[in-house]
């Protein structure tokens, strides 16, 4: 243990593990994995926000593992940090997706911040400190469309309007990182090519805002059936001010090969597997209690073939997901010790593969969970369904049907997915 109790800017923090090594990250995984799952249903079935849990998290030091080495943390591979994700998935989907845009935005910082603002806010993540997502938004055309802005004012800093929804983590968030439109003065978006209307798709940078930043607000009122315990809510922004030193470009990080989005998805399909994982080791439990049916002759439920086979069929297509998760986040960690435009297109294919695996594995395995384990299941005070609930909801997090078109047309013709962060 490293005592982290004094962070950047002064913020007192718990004392706070700094994690070494890959297999450290995944033993302090299981081990956090094996105290959420313990009242993971009663949190769902109360909406009871984890505020504790969260402070276990941070002092786990879970939330450091991909600083790079350079700057104090494990630097843990992709593989590494999938794993975390699908473990801490199987015990609590809610509590597993609050970290996902805290690494996400991590990786922002190595590839775009600069050396000055990766120092501030890896010490912050390696301290415990949680940054969450500002990013969706209602308004728009499209889920892409940003209506926030941030305008440039005399003297080098910036204002911030805007309002965001779906914002994991925020409530509990040390750090709001705000995606917003980049303007001009007089409030007109700048583009890649310039000003203008015609001038290209409009620059967006990430703001790094401290929660309770003047002119900041979060308002609890996510509503979803499922991933309940997000601690998401609208996150309200009014002529924030914002320091030069807080804006990171976002933008560029598509001009080139990267793997931004392929990290980002490969942890939302960590997620859908821990959650289909999650779920079949509930209907084991519950097989082991259930009734065999009367026409079969089994002397117990576990025992009954054609239970038997719907349980083995679950089990290949659960270990189907996971081996091409494994394979997934794989890929990325051989493409990013050589980025090239093949490479980061063969790993976002891989991507784009586990996450389609994993989200059909998810939402069947929770929803045949109830025909394995028969009528019981279905009492609510067993709160089983929050696992067909997750899964429901999480998935629609981003379309697969956009994945299986991108893979079809690699398949075919060759054709390279785009570059962006839901590939």
Not at 24 to 36: G, I, Q
Not at 212 to 220: F, I, K, L, N, Y
Not at 363 to 389: C, H, I, K, P, Q
């Amino acid at each position: 243990m490293i005592d982290c109790a004094v962070a950047e800017g002064g913020w007192p923090v718990s004392t706070t593990r700094v994690i070494r090594t890959d297999e450290e990250a995944v033993e302090v995984a299981r081990k956090l994995a094996t105290s959420f799952a313990e009242h993971a249903a009663d949190r769902d079935r109360e909406r009871r926000l984890p505020e504790a849990e969260l402070a276990e998290l941070s002092a786990s030091g879970l939330l450091g593992i991909t600083v790079p080495a350079a700057f104090g943390g494990a630097d843990v591979s992709v593989t590494t940090l999938t794993e975390v994700f699908r473990t801490l998935a199987a015990a609590d989907a809610s509590l597993a997706q609050i970290p996902h845009s805290h690494v996400v935005f991590l990786q922002a910082l190595r590839l775009q911040g600069t050396e000055q603002q990766q120092r501030r806010y890896f010490d912050a993540a390696l301290a415990g400190q949680r940054f969450a997502n500002a990013q969706s938004e209602r308004g728009g055309r499209t889920a892409a469309d940003d209506a926030t802005t941030l305008r440039p004012r005399s003297g080098g800093d910036y204002v911030l309007h805007g309002e965001k929804f779906y914002s994991t983590g925020a409530l509990f968030a040390d750090w709001l990182v705000v995606r917003a439109v980049l303007t001009d003065p007089t409030g007109a978006p700048v583009t890649a090519a310039g000003h203008g209307p015609t001038a290209g798709p409009a620059v967006k940078v990430l703001a790094y805002l401290r929660r309770d930043t003047p002119g900041v607000s979060v308002r609890d009122d996510w509503d979803g059936m499922g991933q309940r315990t997000t601690a998401s809510g609208t996150v309200l922004l009014k002529e924030v001010l914002v320091d030069e030193a807080q804006v990171v470009p976002y933008s560029p990080i598509f001009t080139r090969p990267t793997t931004y989005g392929a990290r980002a998805q490969v942890l939302h399909a960590a997620l859908d597997a821990g959650i289909a994982r999650g779920a079949l080791d509930a209907a084991v439990v519950q097989v082991a209690r259930a009734r065999p049916w009367f026409e079969s002759g089994a002397d117990r439920a576990g025992a009954e073939p054609l239970l038997v086979q719907q349980a083995g069929e679950l089990e290949i297509l659960v270990r189907g997901a996971e081996a091409l998760l494994r394979e997934a986040a794989a890929a990325i960690d051989a493409t990013e010790a050589a980025l090239t435009d093949d490479s980061t297109a063969r790993a976002s294919i891989a991507t784009a593969i586990a996450k389609v695996a994993s989200a059909r594995g998810s939402v069947e395995v929770a929803s045949a969970l109830f025909e394995l384990g028969g009528t019981r299941t279905a009492a609510d005070s067993l709160n089983l369904s929050r696992y067909w609930r997750d899964a429901r909801t999480h998935t629609l997090h981003d379309p697969v049907r956009w994945k299986i078109q991108h893979v079809g047309r690699w398949l075919l013709d060759g054709t390279p997915p785009p570059r962006h962060g839901q590939l």
